[in-house]
């Protein structure tokens, strides 16, 4: 095991994108975040959308020069695909016969390409630029002079210069400022999937549930297994966020933190890192691509039965109360 190479600042050489028009397909979380600041770091920048997209007004009122995604691609030497995922694979047969040998055609997650719904010219280069934040913190963070972390890969590089364009795309939307971690495709895209399907967003959450019906079944309050299994979640992940888990260790009782560790590894155990394996098989060998792509190809049935049923769980009802006790939560 290596460590990944970092880049900064220093490492980029920003006169790669001095002659360069750069397309940003799509307007949404990541979209606007780098159009907006490629566009303040003096890069040209033409936004494409559709022309009946709802966001084609907010793109041009931030003073941005917007055509359909054909059009924004033929002008560009850079085409930063940021539409969802589902979406790409037809945005790109609408593009690809307008990209030129030596053009660039980027990404911020690798799912299409890594799983061939994408198979780019051999002539263009393929990069990936993906800031490790929500796009509205992309922005932010620019705004303040500071910096999101992001990562850099290189799929193909017909051209020999992919690396400097995409190292220069990164500094101009402020990821070389906190550092750039250099990967492939495979491993961003394997990971990705793998920490959101079994840690972050799919293992986090039934976690939270069982938790949470755990107790209720046991004759508690509904209020209290809120507060305990789900609201107090956000203080241990910020500790952890702020100085990983000895950070949160360090700050807990002793008595949680005794009862943590000799009582956390029997609810999460090896039956479950077995089917944590499981999962990352299935990412791995592109069951899950497959999966999904059919899902969506069918109107997805079974993704809209398993979001009502989340949004119809016990612990949304109770937590909506609670909530409002908050001052936030009157935002």
């Not at 030596?102 to 263009?124: C, M, R, W």
């Not at 070389?176 to 986090?204: I, K, Y």
């Amino acid at each position: 095991m290596t460590d990944a190479t970092i880049y900064y600042d220093d490492d980029a050489d920003s006169t790669v994108l001095d002659d360069k028009t750069v397309a940003v397909l799509g307007y949404g979380s990541q979209g606007h975040a780098h159009a907006q600041n490629l566009d303040e770091s003096g890069v040209d920048v033409v936004v494409g959308l559709r022309e009946d997209s709802s966001s084609r007004s907010a793109a041009e009122s931030d003073g941005l020069d917007v055509a359909t995604p054909r059009q924004a691609a033929e002008q560009a030497d850079l085409v930063s695909v940021l539409v969802p995922d589902t979406v790409q694979p037809a945005v790109y047969e609408e593009i690809q016969d307008v990209l030129t040998p030596g053009d660039t055609l980027q990404f911020a997650h690798g799912f299409n390409i890594h799983y061939g719904q994408i198979e780019p010219k051999e002539s263009v280069n393929v990069t990936m630029v993906a800031p490790k934040s929500p796009g509205h913190l992309v922005r932010r963070n620019y705004e303040n002079d500071e910096g999101t972390p992001g990562l850099l890969a290189v799929y193909q590089d017909p051209s020999g210069e992919a690396h400097d364009i995409g190292l220069a795309y990164a500094k101009a939307i402020g990821c070389t400022r906190a550092g750039v971690v250099e990967t492939s495709f495979r491993e961003e895209t394997e990971t990705d999937l793998f920490g959101e399907q079994a840690v972050l967003c799919g293992g986090v959450t039934s976690l939270v549930k069982q938790g949470y019906e755990t107790l209720v079944e046991a004759g508690y309050s509904r209020e209290m297994a809120y507060f305990e299994c789900l609201n107090e979640l956000k203080l241990i992940v910020d500790l952890m966020y702020e100085g990983g888990n000895s950070e949160m260790w360090d700050s807990v009782s002793d008595t949680a933190e005794y009862g943590g560790l000799t009582r956390g590894d029997r609810v999460v155990d090896e039956h479950a890192r077995e089917r944590m394996e499981e999962v990352l098989e299935e990412v791995q060998d592109g069951t899950f691509a497959k999966e999904w792509i059919t899902e969506n190809q069918a109107g997805r049935p079974s993704y809209k039965q398993l979001r009502a049923a989340e949004k119809n769980h016990d612990i949304e009802d109770v937590g909506e109360d609670l909530r409002a006790l908050f001052a936030w939560g009157e935002e």
